[in-house]
């Protein structure tokens, strides 16, 4: 299994402004994964972090909305940007071990006002 | 388009009853499905996983059965817990664990004492 630590657990942000949210892996991994569930909603896959190349985004996500580092095998962040109402979610990190199943983060519970 | 359907928002049982949750996908290029319970506050936490090569899974209280002609899989408990209160995930992704995954709408799960 893996220990994933996410940074802030939750936040509460003025529109406008942005959020970068931190995810640590107690193990060095390949790919990583950022994820978005919105209220009510089931959880999205914004994009996948690779180190050491550019993060692949899904359709409807865009690297200037939601730009993400990954500079190295355990770190990795995902930046809310000119943050709105509609960005309020819960967003979470996922890593995968060896094929096997992805563990998850415990979230970063963000309220935009 | 919603490839991962979870029609029932919430299920309640009775402790020591079995409790059953259920999970519809559309996409006929799923091989793989996993099944995530999720407390308010914290991350989805893997339970329990599926190859499109088998039909049921077994993992103590935990079973996962895969219909594929129906496109259809359920999650049993048995016997059911009051700890096993929580919201349950299915997700499918094609390309094994590693790759994408598309999760449903969740079913909240209350186990009465």
């Known amino acids: 299994s893996a220990v994933i630590s996410q940074k802030p657990s939750r936040d509460i942000c003025q529109r406008g402004t942005s959020l970068t949210i931190q995810c640590q892996v107690d193990s060095q991994v390949t790919m990583m994964f950022w994820y978005r569930q919105q209220p009510g909603q089931s959880l999205t896959l914004i994009a996948t972090?690779?180190?050491?190349?550019?993060?692949?985004?899904e359709s409807g996500f865009v690297i200037d909305k939601f730009p993400i580092s990954r500079p190295n095998l355990t770190f990795s962040t995902l930046t809310v940007s000119n943050m709105s109402p509609e960005d309020s979610s819960i967003y979470l990190c996922s890593v995968d071990l060896q094929g096997a199943e992805a563990f998850f983060g415990q979230g970063t519970r963000l309220t935009v006002v | 388009d919603q490839q991962v359907k979870q029609n029932s928002p919430s299920l309640s049982v009775q402790e020591g009853r079995i409790s059953i949750l259920n999970c519809d996908y559309t996409n006929s290029m799923f091989d793989y499905f996993l099944w995530y319970k999720k407390y308010p506050a914290e991350g989805p936490t893997f339970l329990i996983s599926?190859?499109?090569?088998?039909d049921k899974n077994e993992d103590g209280r935990f079973t996962v059965f895969l219909n594929k002609s129906a496109k259809h899989l359920s999650l049993h408990i048995v016997p059911s817990q009051p700890g096993d209160s929580a919201v349950y995930f299915c997700a499918a992704s094609n390309g094994g664990a590693t790759n994408k995954l598309i999760f449903g709408t969740g079913t909240l799960l209350a186990v009465q004492p």
């Open positions: 972090a690779n180190q050491g190349s550019e993060a692949t985004y």
């Open positions: 599926i190859s499109s090569i088998k």
